[in-house]
């Protein structure tokens, strides 16, 4: 985790208590990497801008992480009585999703610069931000922090894939930074599920139910949006391929969750049902098992 070594350090506080001042800019911060780090100028144009594949993957990525913000003000929303939480979300948590769109959006203008970008998210929020409502959030607090969990495994596999798919030295040195990110995300929402956990605990069987539940909704997720909208804006990109839309979609699908059940996705999806360390290492291979079946397309 070289770009992501920061831990939530404060104990939860719910509204009432003093609220404590946010530390402004911590040393993870300062250490996180920035947008001009990603030497645009260098990528190798030729061993990428021919890759079907990832046109439509990092065009779709550079969309939903852009409309972050929409999702990020909601969940802090959510989580108002725990200030700590909220501000970690609209400080941290938000400004690097968002950080990650814009990246995105500049690697793949300047590789597919005849890409209406702006027109085409704009079409794509459209019917995204009606997707993003506080509705959609898990009403229990703590079961939500478990949907979180998921969520960032799914774009920890995501990111992850993508870097395998890429022979692009400046595309991978990106996408690798996106994916610590995600990784830090996901130790940061299971923390504060955790310590909500020693406040007062949900029953092992709902969190279950809960990573079940959202592990499915990870087959219908944004990203069929996303690539529907990238889809209708491609122009003459990929112009003499035969692939229809549902084709894309089911090869996008395919691509990404194969990678789900790999370790360290498994290994993530377990720790919030915070087993013992033994039962945990017995239940590891049923897992991988079940996580295939549900994720096979
Ligand atoms: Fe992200
Ligand atoms: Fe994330």
Redesign the pocket.
């Known amino acids: 985790m070289p770009h992501f070594s920061s831990h939530p350090s404060q104990s939860l506080q719910p509204r009432g208590a003093v609220e404590k001042q946010r530390p402004s800019g911590d040393a993870a911060e300062a250490n996180h990497w920035r947008i001009e780090d990603i030497p645009l100028e260098q990528i190798e144009i030729d061993a990428i801008a021919h890759h079907e594949d990832l046109f439509y993957l990092l065009m779709s990525a550079s969309f939903i992480e852009t409309g972050s913000d929409t999702y990020a003000a909601n969940l802090a929303e959510h989580y108002r009585d725990y200030p700590d939480i909220a501000a970690w979300l609209q400080d941290r948590?938000e400004n690097?999703?968002l950080q990650h769109g814009t990246a995105l959006r500049r690697y793949v203008e300047a590789v597919w610069p005849d890409f209406p970008w702006q027109r085409a998210y704009d079409s794509f929020f459209g019917e995204y931000s009606k997707l993003c409502t506080v509705e959609e959030l898990h009403p229990d607090r703590h079961l939500e922090m478990v949907a979180r969990c998921v969520v960032?495994t799914g774009?920890t596999a995501y990111y992850h894939t993508l870097r395998e798919l890429s022979d692009e030295p400046v595309l991978r040195k990106l996408l690798g930074h996106i994916r610590n990110?995600?990784v830090g995300?996901y130790k940061h929402f299971l923390k504060y599920f955790k310590e909500l956990q020693e406040r007062s605990p949900v029953s092992r069987t709902r969190i279950a139910g809960t990573l079940y539940a959202r592990l499915k909704e990870l087959r219908e997720s944004d990203s069929d949006v996303a690539l529907r909208h990238v889809f209708a804006h491609r122009g003459n990109y990929f112009a003499d391929s035969d692939r229809r839309f549902a084709d894309i979609a089911q090869r996008a699908y395919q691509l990404v969750s194969t990678q789900l059940p790999a370790d360290l996705a498994v290994r993530m999806l377990l720790k919030p049902l915070l087993l013992p360390q033994r039962l945990e290492s017995c239940l590891y291979a049923p897992i991988a098992r079940f996580a295939t079946r549900v994720m096979a397309p």
Do not use: A, G, M
Request: hydrophobic share 10%; glycine share 0%.
């Open positions: 948590w690097e999703e960032e774009t990110d995600e995300h």
